[in-house]
Nanobody
Protein backbone atom coordinates (compact mmCIF):
# COMPACT_ATOMS: atom_id res chain seq x y z
CA UNK A 1 0.00 0.00 0.00
CA UNK A 2 1.37 3.37 -0.98
CA UNK A 3 2.32 5.85 1.74
CA UNK A 4 2.72 9.59 1.39
CA UNK A 5 4.61 11.40 4.14
CA UNK A 6 4.62 15.18 4.27
CA UNK A 7 7.15 17.25 6.18
CA UNK A 8 8.40 20.82 6.40
CA UNK A 9 5.48 22.50 8.08
CA UNK A 10 5.80 24.76 11.09
CA UNK A 11 5.34 28.24 12.43
CA UNK A 12 6.47 31.14 10.25
CA UNK A 13 6.00 34.89 10.36
CA UNK A 14 4.00 36.71 7.70
CA UNK A 15 6.15 37.28 4.64
CA UNK A 16 8.25 34.24 5.40
CA UNK A 17 8.86 31.07 3.42
CA UNK A 18 8.58 27.34 3.90
CA UNK A 19 9.25 24.35 1.69
CA UNK A 20 7.05 21.32 2.13
CA UNK A 21 8.13 17.87 1.01
CA UNK A 22 6.10 14.75 0.34
CA UNK A 23 7.86 11.43 -0.03
CA UNK A 24 5.91 8.65 -1.73
CA UNK A 25 6.67 5.02 -1.09
CA UNK A 26 6.76 2.36 -3.75
CA UNK A 27 7.63 2.32 -7.39
CA UNK A 28 6.23 4.17 -10.36
CA UNK A 29 6.26 7.63 -8.79
CA UNK A 30 7.10 9.32 -12.07
CA UNK A 31 3.93 8.20 -13.85
CA UNK A 32 1.55 9.84 -11.41
CA UNK A 33 0.25 13.38 -11.26
CA UNK A 34 0.93 14.88 -7.83
CA UNK A 35 -0.82 17.75 -6.10
CA UNK A 36 -0.96 19.80 -2.93
CA UNK A 37 -4.10 20.79 -1.05
CA UNK A 38 -4.86 22.47 2.24
CA UNK A 39 -7.60 22.54 4.82
CA UNK A 40 -8.12 25.33 7.33
CA UNK A 41 -10.10 24.68 10.53
CA UNK A 42 -13.81 24.47 9.81
CA UNK A 43 -13.31 24.70 6.05
CA UNK A 44 -13.23 22.28 3.17
CA UNK A 45 -10.02 20.95 1.67
CA UNK A 46 -8.93 23.09 -1.27
CA UNK A 47 -6.69 22.46 -4.24
CA UNK A 48 -3.46 24.47 -4.41
CA UNK A 49 -1.21 23.13 -7.13
CA UNK A 50 -0.66 20.15 -9.40
CA UNK A 51 2.34 18.82 -11.30
CA UNK A 52 1.68 16.23 -13.96
CA UNK A 53 3.83 13.24 -14.79
CA UNK A 54 5.15 15.29 -17.68
CA UNK A 55 6.08 18.21 -15.47
CA UNK A 56 3.29 20.63 -16.36
CA UNK A 57 2.00 22.72 -13.47
CA UNK A 58 -1.17 24.54 -12.55
CA UNK A 59 -2.09 26.64 -9.52
CA UNK A 60 -5.06 27.97 -7.65
CA UNK A 61 -5.44 31.71 -8.06
CA UNK A 62 -4.95 32.19 -4.31
CA UNK A 63 -1.34 30.97 -4.45
CA UNK A 64 -0.29 31.73 -8.02
CA UNK A 65 2.97 33.68 -8.02
CA UNK A 66 3.75 32.79 -4.39
CA UNK A 67 3.84 28.97 -4.36
CA UNK A 68 5.82 26.67 -6.63
CA UNK A 69 5.29 22.95 -7.02
CA UNK A 70 8.11 20.72 -8.22
CA UNK A 71 9.08 17.08 -8.21
CA UNK A 72 12.18 14.93 -8.06
CA UNK A 73 11.37 11.57 -9.56
CA UNK A 74 14.69 10.09 -8.46
CA UNK A 75 13.71 10.79 -4.85
CA UNK A 76 10.00 9.97 -5.15
CA UNK A 77 9.36 13.42 -3.76
CA UNK A 78 7.11 16.35 -4.56
CA UNK A 79 7.77 19.79 -3.11
CA UNK A 80 5.80 22.94 -2.43
CA UNK A 81 7.87 26.08 -2.08
CA UNK A 82 5.79 28.72 -0.33
CA UNK A 83 6.89 32.34 -0.32
CA UNK A 84 5.34 35.55 1.02
CA UNK A 85 3.19 33.59 3.42
CA UNK A 86 0.10 35.22 4.86
CA UNK A 87 -1.96 34.44 7.96
CA UNK A 88 -4.72 33.12 5.69
CA UNK A 89 -2.31 30.43 4.49
CA UNK A 90 -2.57 28.80 7.91
CA UNK A 91 -3.89 25.28 7.39
CA UNK A 92 -3.00 21.61 7.28
CA UNK A 93 -1.29 20.89 3.98
CA UNK A 94 -1.76 17.57 2.22
CA UNK A 95 -0.15 15.97 -0.77
CA UNK A 96 -2.13 13.71 -3.07
CA UNK A 97 -1.12 11.10 -5.61
CA UNK A 98 -3.73 10.91 -8.32
CA UNK A 99 -5.24 7.61 -9.32
CA UNK A 100 -4.61 6.19 -12.77
CA UNK A 101 -7.80 4.28 -13.43
CA UNK A 102 -6.42 1.16 -11.82
CA UNK A 103 -4.80 2.51 -8.67
CA UNK A 104 -6.96 4.81 -6.54
CA UNK A 105 -5.77 8.21 -5.39
CA UNK A 106 -3.95 8.45 -2.07
CA UNK A 107 -3.54 11.19 0.54
CA UNK A 108 -0.77 11.93 2.97
CA UNK A 109 -1.41 12.54 6.66
CA UNK A 110 -0.86 16.28 6.39
CA UNK A 111 1.55 18.81 7.86
CA UNK A 112 0.52 21.91 9.80
CA UNK A 113 1.53 25.34 8.56
CA UNK A 114 0.88 28.30 10.85
CA UNK A 115 1.55 31.85 9.71
CA UNK A 116 1.54 34.24 12.63
CA UNK A 117 3.57 37.02 14.17
Amino acid sequence: QVQLVESGGGLVQPGGSLRLSCVVSGSGFSIYDMSWHRQAPGKQRNFLAVITSGGSTNYADSVKGRFTISRDNAKNTVYLQMNDLKPEDTAVYYCYRAGNGITPGSWGQGTQVTVSS
